[in-house]
């Protein structure tokens, strides 16, 4: 029966795709480890594989959408869990989200029904496939609060940016290293950091050196649109990265935020710019007037 395996490098990808028989059908699986969503959408693909006998001309390609960032760009991954199936080098549809009727339904349109009983079938029925789960986030609203003090340095593409990543609060307010303080204490140093600057980011690593596919992305769009925005590192402190995920209601990241609100992940962001080309003008940063010629 067909397994669902793992890539670990670019290298085995573009093997495991430039030597696939053309009649074969690829299911590839974009994930990331902390997506709860995803290790439910792993357990459906496992069993929806184990369905169809070792025959079939059917691959399943597991892909962590960060490890291996220029993959899931080349497939517009923003959000996980995601699949493609493609055969012969085209895309014949894709599946956002851990939805189980979605799933078999997609992969039954291009494969055909399982005709063979899989691991953990009774009496030759089908091995059932868990119901989706549901991991909807959603926006919590914001508090008002003082703004916070942080240094700029200059950002690339004529943006400018604010790394709030070693953040200094007022007197006070909750240190930087709060570990050990209260959740209020930790709320309202979250509350100070999502209002630091008009736009602020939380991702993983820096515009300069992004540790994830997603936030590289994310940076990218900013700057593409001349965004003036501060940022926060999150894997410089756990506090943060962990406190904002119940903070915000949001689990992943990165998490962008416009005036102290969640706009949202990548995929939020590509959304809001395909409905409105101008949603981050107010944010831009001031071009520089031309010099008159002599």
């Not at 995601?82 to 189980?100: C, I, N, P």
């Not at 799933?103 to 005709?115: I, K």
Request: proline share 7%; glycine share 8%; with cysteine.
């Amino acid at each position: 029966m067909p397994v669902l395996t793992e890539v670990t490098s670019d290298t085995q990808f573009s093997s495991l795709i430039q030597y696939a028989n053309p009649t074969t059908l690829l299911i590839l699986y974009f994930h990331t480890p902390w997506a709860a969503p995803c290790a439910q959408m792993k357990t459906i693909l496992s069993t929806l594989a184990s369905t169809y006998p070792s025959e079939s001309p059917l691959t399943f390609l597991s892909i962590n959408a960060e490890d291996l960032p220029d993959i899931s760009e080349s497939y517009d991954v923003t959000a996980v869990p995601f699949l493609v199936l493609q055969r012969d080098g085209k895309t014949l549809e894709t599946v956002s989200g851990s939805d189980a009727t979605k799933v078999r339904a997609a992969v039954e349109r291009h494969a055909g029904p399982a005709t063979g009983a899989g691991v953990g079938a009774v009496g030759g029925a089908k091995a059932a496939i868990p119901p989706a789960l549901a991991a909807d986030p959603s926006v919590a609203p914001q508090k008002a609060v003082g703004e916070a003090q942080a240094n700029g340095v200059a950002g690339a593409s004529g943006g400018v940016t604010k790394d709030l990543s070693g953040y200094a609060p007022k007197e006070g307010q909750a240190p930087a290293d709060a570990g050990a303080g209260s959740k209020e204490e930790l709320n309202t140093r979250l509350e100070n950091l999502v209002k630091a600057a008009p736009v602020m980011l939380f991702m993983k690593g820096t515009p300069s050196a992004p540790q994830c596919g997603f936030s590289r992305q994310l940076v990218g769009l900013l700057r593409e649109n001349q965004v003036k925005y501060g940022f926060f590192n999150i894997l410089a402190d756990d506090d943060v990265r962990q406190g904002l995920k119940e903070f915000s209601d949001w689990p992943t990241f990165p998490q962008l935020y416009t005036n102290g609100e969640l706009v949202g992940g990548l995929d939020i962001v590509k959304e809001e710019l395909e409905t409105d080309p101008d949603f981050f003008k107010e944010f831009a940063a001031a071009k520089a007037p031309a010099t008159a010629a002599a």
